[in-house]
């Protein structure tokens, strides 16, 4: 019998961030761990994941998901290996995606886990590109924004996780054109030489994002997959052709804003260009998971899709990944892997 761990640590939102997370808003503390219940199972996290709508569960708004509580461990996408089951279906030893992150053990109910193939890629991979955030892409682009064949496509925060597999997603389908935005030159040069972007520019540089944009793509956009807001959707209403479509994901320029931002200044091109600004979330596009697997699984293994990972060790750097990523430190995925 597998002598379980007396106590485990795990992450907790002490205080409301105002403006930028602070270490004092978050405490990392020591809880006992309890064997499952009935149809529950004990997991030892192997990696945690920390992505840009966490920030958003730390304000007490209402929100298409809840706020994340005081006092209480902090959630989020999760993989690891079952130590103990009390659940038919579910073996010690299993591997599992499950919600109970930012923690080193969670018990679990077994119906809000899946089974993973550690065979099919590294466990890590199902928090990212063959996870929620590879779905969020792959339902993005196809679905939400319409993309089809010959499409002029830009991507905003394109070298995270998200972004980049947009873009690998939209040239592997047929783009005219893809075109992603940056944070650093270095980054600028990965999008081109590593993941097969046509173009893109550092937003940063010091030059606007509507004239690098312009000059990226001289032929206009015709969908923009927006993970920044601000400034970049300003700039691809301007680059916008008729007809032209905008999946809204992520707005991650005003998660740390204190005051209300402005809205895009030429919203007005909107109705000429007769444009469709979509928001979405993944959760929505669930039906569409065993499509996904089944592409995104053969683009990997075909070497079409190329995908990174920032991997941060041991729980006690939850908040500096997290940070991390806010300040788009981050390469790829950002992910938190446990000792």
């Known amino acids: 019998m597998t002598v379980l761990p007396a106590s485990g640590r795990e992450w907790h939102l002490v205080a409301r961030p105002h403006g930028w997370p602070k270490p004092e ?15 529950r199972i004990l997991v030892r996290n192997k990696h945690f994941s920390v992505d840009p709508y966490m920030r958003g569960r730390m304000n007490d708004v209402k929100s298409y998901t809840p706020p994340y509580q005081l006092d209480h461990p902090m959630d989020g996408a999760a993989v690891g290996e079952v130590i103990a089951s009390n659940a038919e279906g579910f073996a010690v030893g299993d591997h599992v995606l499950h919600g109970l992150g930012w923690r080193e053990y969670a018990e679990a109910p077994a119906r809000y886990a899946t089974k993973i193939d550690a065979s099919l890629a590294p466990l890590s991979a199902y928090l990212g590109v063959l996870g929620m955030t590879g779905l969020t892409a792959y339902a993005g682009l196809f679905e939400t924004a319409s993309f089809k064949e010959g499409d002029a496509v830009f991507v905003s925060g394109a070298a995270g996780a998200v972004g980049n597999q947009v873009g690998q997603l939209a040239r592997i389908k047929g783009a005219s054109r893809v075109i992603g935005s940056a944070g650093s030159d270095d980054k600028v040069k990965l999008l081109v030489e590593e993941y097969g972007f046509d173009a893109a520019f550092n937003y940063k540089s010091g030059a606007s994002v509507r004239e690098q944009l312009k000059e990226a793509a001289p032929d206009g956009i015709d969908v923009y997959f927006d993970n920044v807001g601000g400034e970049h959707l300003e700039a691809a209403l301007s ?4 007809h032209g479509r905008a999946t809204i994901c992520g707005m991650i320029s005003q998660y740390n804003s204190t005051e209300a931002s402005p809205a895009p200044r030429n919203l007005a091109l909107v109705i000429g260009k007769r444009l469709r600004l979509q928001g979405m979330l993944v959760n929505d596009h669930r039906a569409l998971m065993p499509k996904f697997v089944e592409d995104v699984s053969g683009w990997l293994a075909s070497g079409e899709l190329k995908y990174q990972e ?22 790829g995925k950002m992910i938190v892997t446990l000792n």
């Open 25 to 39: 808003d978050f405490a990392l503390r020591e809880v006992p761990v309890a064997a499952p219940g009935e149809g």
């Open 310 to 331: 920032t991997a941060v060790e041991g729980i006690e750097k939850g908040y500096d990944a997290f940070l991390g990523l806010l300040r788009g430190e981050n390469t």
């Open 239 to 242: 680059s916008f052709n008729l």
